[in-house]
């Protein structure tokens, strides 16, 4: 006679709830990873378009002879004023409608701030609201970067 033996082939539970802990806590650590990725792709995206919003400022101002009043705003880069002669056909702006910033937030203009400068543009980051810190914090046009 010949005697088989009877493994048992197979997981036990323990293995597979060792293996489901393992992928779980690499998943969640990917994660982590990925979003703050994202996060400074945000930043990064801001301030490319604070800046092509800067530099289509002082192309109307070379166009026109003035900066726009804060009242008139970034909408002047698109929408041609009544009483600016020399403004490019088309505007400053490739779009016709302004950008945004990283977070759905539009971009604000200050003519003459503290600074000294003639003109900034401003994302507030994330919160959309003054001041902040980490991806909260204020992105200006006039930062160096």
Known sequence: MIKRSRKKTGFTLVEIMAVIIIIGLL??????????????????????????????????KMDTGRYPTEEEGLNVLIEQPSDVKGYQPGGYLDST?????????????????????????????????EGGEGYDADLHSTDAE
């Open 27 to 60: 998943a969640a650590i990917g994660a982590m990873n990925f979003l703050g990725q994202t996060d400074k792709a945000r930043v990064i995206t801001t301030r490319v378009n604070l800046k092509m919003l800067h530099n289509a400022v002082a192309q109307f």
């Open 97 to 129: 409608a302004l950008p945004t910033d990283a977070w759905g937030n539009e971009f604000e203009y200050i003519a003459y701030p503290e600074s000294g400068k003639p003109y900034v543009v401003v994302s507030y980051g994330a919160d959309g609201q």
